[in-house]
Structures are given as C-alpha cells and as structure tokens.
C-alpha cells in the first residue's frame, strides 16, 4: 500500500512538472559565443533551457543562437563532453536580445585507464553508476553502498551499516575491487555501530560498474556480485571539502604541468554519536572512524607507469551503556522491557592496504599489469557488559489510570557478556594481468598469487541468571556434589588459532562483437581456477554469456548469461561458532543461469533504460550460517543445498528533465536444506507431547523425529523496492530535492537453540524514506545576469557550494535489525526486538574548488 500510493504520488508531481515546463508565447534571444580556457572556439556545444526538451548547438566557430521565454526566470545548461557544465540564469523582456560569451573549463579528471563503451557494458551484464549522485544521496551511512542498495536485487536492512547482500545471498560474498585490487572488510564487526567508513572514497571515484550476477571470468570467485570501481586520474589542480553533523571529508587531486606524475588525496572522519544517541539503548557513545587514502601515478613514458595506492583506516567504538526501556508483544499481550546496564565495550579496528602496480603498454592492442599488494587488519573487541532486567506486562485498558504502565512483573533476571578477542590478519598478492585486442575481439588472461597469514585469539561467553537461579535451572545448590546447580556459561567461545595458506588463481577470457543479418552479436567466454593447499581443493569455474542487439527500431538487446561460480573458503567461513577451525571445508558452488532485456527508450523526449532480469542459481555445498545484526556465524560444514530465483526490474533516466532518477523492483526466493536438521517431539503414555527442557516427571513413551527439508536461509526476502529520485525548481535549479526511498518484506529469524523452529519467523518489514533539500550558494547556476566575478576574489576559487539539510528516517519506522533474547525461571524465551535510528535531522556543507 506504501509504495502504490508513493508511486501515485511520484507521477502526479512528475506530470505537474511537466506542465510547468510549457513555453510561453514571447520571447526573446539569447546568442553569442562559447569557447575554451585558450579563446579557441568550440562547436557542438549543447545549449538548452533546463527543465525543457530541445536547444541548440554552436557552430564550428563557436557562435549560437537560442529563443528563450520572454518575462520569467530562465536557467541555460551550456555542456560538452570533457568540458565542466554551466547554468547561466537570464530574464529578457519580449523582442530583447542579449550577448552571452562563455569559456568552458576542461574538467580536472580524465577517464579511468581504460573506457568501456556503452554496448560492451550492456553485453557484459554490468550496470554504470554515476559517481557523482554518492554525495547527494540522503542516507545515515551515505557514500557509494548506499546508491548500491537501491539497485534492483540489493537488499539491506541496516541504515548504519554499509554491508549488501545480493539476490539471496550474505555479505561475505561480494566482490569489491578498486583499480583491480581486492578489498577486505573487517572479521569481528558485530553491528552497524562499530562499522564505521566502508573503503571506499566517492571523493576519489571516477568510474562504478556494478553486477548482481553473471560476471565475467575476469572477476573472482565469490558467489553473488562484484562491485568494480576505478578512481581518477587527475589532470589538474582540484579538490572538495564537506562537514555534516555526522563528520566531514577533504580531498586533493592534480598533476604536474606536463601531466606526467598525477596525484590523489582522500581524508575523511566521522562520528555517528549524533545519530546513536537516537537509539533505545541510553548510554556514552564515543565512536570515532578515521580514513587516509592516496593514490600517486607517474607517467615514465607514453608505455610505462607506476601507480601506488595506499589506505589508513582506524574504526574505534566505546560505549558505557546505561539503561534501555523497550516496549514489544501484542494488544492481547502488550508487554515491557527495562534494562539497567553496568561495564562497558571497547573495540578497536586498523587496516593498513598498499598496492603498488606496474602498467606496460609495448603497442596500442597489448596491455600488461603487474600488482603488488598487501592488507594487515588488527583488530580488537573486548566488553563486560552486565545487564539487570524486569519483563513487565503493561496495562492495555485505555480507560485505566495505569494505561501503558507495567502492572505486573513476568520475569526479573540478569545477564553478563564477556569478551577478550583479538586477530591480526596478513594477506599478500601479487598478480599478472593482461589484455589484447585486435579489430572487436579482446582476450584477457591473468594469474595470481595470495598468502593469508591469521593469528586469531578468543575468548568469549555469557551468562544468564533469572531470580537468582542460573539458566538453563536444573534444581539443586550450587557447590554441592551430587547436585547439578552449579553456575552454567553459555556460548562459550575459547581458541588460539594459527592459520597459514596459499592460494593461486587464474583466468582467460575472450571476448567478441560481430556484426551479422539479424543484429549486432556478443560472446564472451571464459574460465577460472583456484588451489587452496589448506584444504587441497582445486576448483574450475566457466563462465560465458550472449547478447543480441536486433536490427530493430526500437532500441533493445537480449543478453543470457550462464556459469559455475566457486567460492573457497575464506577465515570466516572456516570458523565455527565454538571456536574451531575445520581446515577440510571445501568450496561453495553455485550454478548461475540469467536472462535480461536492456531497453533504451524515450519519453517526455528524455532518455529512459529500462532492465528486466530473471535468474535461477542452484547452490550446493552450502555453509549454512546465522545473521545477528551485521555478524555472521558459519556453521563450518559443507552440509547443505539450495537455490535462489527470482526478477529484477529498474527504470531510469530523466523523470525530471536533465537529472536522473530511478526505481527498482525484486522478487526473490531462497531456500536451503541442511542434512541432519532433525528434530524429535517426545509423547508420554497417553500420547500428549511432552515439551522438553522444563522439570516434568512423565515417562516417554513414544517419539517422532521429523527431517526439516527446505526452509529459507537468513536472507530470503520476497519483495524489495529501492527508489532514488531527483527534482528541482523549474525557475530557480539551485533549489534540490533527493529522495532515497528503500522497502523490504521482512526477513527470517528465530530464537537460539531451537532447530525446529530455525528461520520459521519473519521480522517486520523494513520501510525507511531519507529525504534532503539542497541549496546551491556558489556556482555557474547560481550566478545571475552580467553578474562579474571580481579579480583577486575568493569566488574565483570556488566551483560550487552546497548546504544541504536531510531528514532521516522521514516516517519515523521503527525498524528492525535483531532481537534480544531474555528467559524467565520458568524457561520461557522473550524475543525483544532490537530497533534501529528513529527520526534524525543532518546538516551538511560542500565546497568544490
């Protein structure tokens, strides 16, 4: 219902829009001449009136002329390819002409060191993602991830964290690369709280190609999706700096005068105490997350170059909680939770990555790389944290005096969590890449090689005890032999582990487009293989996919993708919940089929791409594993099978003439069916169940052990929607509106310990609208008729300034994220759920120079 009426919505203020745009009946001309820094004419320059359909273009000598609405506000888009836009607003009263002469300003970044043209993306099932829009997008984490969970088979549920699963699948099997180096996330990460700055600075972002599926040889083995990011390569003196209530940011690019050694800064830092001190659990937040990223290149000759890529990154989270009161259950059943806390959490995580790469050009159609990498995480988590708790039933006559107040107390207990855990974790590679093309063929071929060196110490449990007895309660005083009363931990993790590998991988890939009768053809076909010694698995993965471009009107290609895809175990997958390390866990495997449509069309006279996929994936060796939060805990046994399937539909272009907009819709199914999921119901002599684990003296009499079959994993959601959506003021575009609108059906849990009942419960579903209205101070638009920028004036430094304000959580949805599970003496089980940031307001400020 939300998102039908959201959708009405959306198009009655598209077609208000629209009609807004309509010209008026007099006009009036605007003509002159557009040239570059050096006075040198440009023709095919793009000369429109924003917010409206047609324009003109200049001529070789850089002279044009425009009608434009006579006795209003008129904004004009002066653009070219390579060139930085201007927005230059003018008002002419009717039969007035007016002179305008423009330079154009070269923009300060070059193209990534490779272009992928637009019909090799679309043949290659990957999808481009403007960089740009990461800053403008209003979101609590914000940043490049947050643009990815609009996008069709995305799903997240955690506005805090930065983590994605894909069509069914976890956050551990996405790839990221950034330039062709591979990027690690932190192991011991519980929640979104403790998560911090993801790796990647959309400051320093050039190029984003994204696939849900079905990629390329040339890609790693992991089973879901590959994120492929290619940062810029500066050719002039730039930079930004922005600050907001939840942190700030500066980077610096430029090269030298003869363009030969380019260099890149990055610097962010934040804190989300602004934002935690929303959430339930009342007490001092201290986060602080702090990131430096530099990336140098120098150009020996047109054929050689080196390139260094360096990233500090220190994520510190401390927390003393003090209280938290949550109210949870039915109208039948209304219940309360207060919690009074004692201790606190200190966690500490540094990750240090440097990549040093060797690019040799010997000729135009050959192209080799060599990368040298390394990546150190240390990490720390370490927190006594004791909570007191009253589970209160609250008062739900409406004509009480008491009405939403607790009337009687259902349990009283107390709980302590205790954990010292550290890891230090070493991965080092060096890689050969290489790429050959000839006429519209191209093979790609590379192999590499990675040492994992892990030391990882742990030492955690926890202890629940409600009014005063230990649980689970077998009767008895403790300290006496014979009885059974003494103190019981739970989930008690104990290990010291040393764990040393070696991997190589590699691939081959070709590649082809070809004309023929019936449309332009694309192949690509490939291969990939990987040893791992630790466990002595050697595993091949094909890969390969067509595309048909018909010789059709209409504008649409047909492509299928089919593949084997792999994924070794990483440390994460290899560690059980008690601490062990099983060191024979052998690959997961997915058998991956996709089939898409890509349609360019137009509407209103605006671009529009529309993308329809549907995909099945047969999964088998799968670890089954448990999502609390952000943590994942693997069951370390390759004892389960399933499948994922589902469509994926997004529309997007220019809803609002000259920026883009998009929506997405997934339907999606995951199931998996783990051998040995059994359980077994006890009867007594007159045949009734007998509930196991409360004191009860009737004999069993009878069993029933029953096999689980297919159940849905951890991240089966049945519906996800994802819209980001652009507008401004028709008469005024330095006034603008963002709006990131995310819904998802809800996902699977279940209380601990209880396997029949794993996965059998669905939480809430996710609904969160962030909404941002944004005013330019400084820059081309905002500049006004004969408006002369002063010679020694600082504006003559400044590209834009931008101030931002953005309501979070605009509906005010309690989401949630987990649940809290307390017991009473009588052993019943209360799933408390855990909610997410509530309503928030961010200021932010961005400077471009």
Known sequence: MLVRNFLRLFFMITGLLLATHSF???????????????????GLVNIAIQGQPGGTVSQEDGTFHLKIPANRDV????????????FFKVRLEPGERYELKRKLREIATELPDFVVEDRQIRSANLNPIDPKLAGLIPSASGGIEALLKTMPGVSSNNELSSQYSVRGGNYDENLVYVNDVEIYRPFLVRSGQQEGLS???????ASILFSAGGFESRYGDKLSSVLDIRYKRPTKMAGSVSGSLLGASLHLEGSSPDRRFMYLLGFRQKSNQYILKGLETKGDYKPSFTDLQGMLLYEVNPKLEFSFLGNFARNSYELKPTDRTTSFGTINEALQLRIYFEGREVDRFKNYMGAFTTNYKPNKDLSLKLIVSAFQTIESETFDIMGQYWIGELETNQGSETFGQAIETKGVGTYLNHARNYLNAN???IEQRGLFQFDDK??????????????DRLNEWNMNDSAGYTLPYSGGIPGITGNQADIVLQDIVRANIELNSNRISGFAQYSETKETDFGQLGLNFGIRANYWDLNKQLVISPRGGLSLKPVWETDILFRLTAG????PPFYRELRAKDGSINRDLKAQTSYHLVAATDLNFRAWGRPFKFVGEAYYKYLTNLIPYEVDNVRIRYFAQNNAKGYATGVDFKVNGEFV??????ASLSLMQTREDIEGDFYTDYYNNAGELIIRGYTTDQVIADSLTTERGFMPRPTDQLLTFGLFFQDYLPRNPTFKMHLNLLFGTGIPYSPPGVPRARNSQRMPSFRRVDIGFSKQIVGEASFAKNQVVKPGSWRKYINNIWISAEVLNLLQVNNTISYTWVKDVNNRLYGVPNYLTPRQLNIKISVEF
């Open 24 to 42: 008026a009946q007099e006009f009036g001309e605007v003509s002159g001449r557009i040239t570059d820094d050096n006075n040198h004419p440009l």
């Open 442 to 455: 191209t093979f790609q071929w590379g192999v590499k090689f990675q040492r994992e060196m892990i030391s």
């Open 564 to 567: 084997i895809y792999h994924q």
């Open 199 to 205: 790796f990647l600075n959309s400051d320093m972002v």
């Open 75 to 86: 904004v004009l888009v002066i653009s070219s390819i390579g060139y930085a836009t201007i």
């Open 427 to 429: 991965v080092f590679n």
């Open 657 to 662: 003439n000259g920026i883009e907009s998009w």
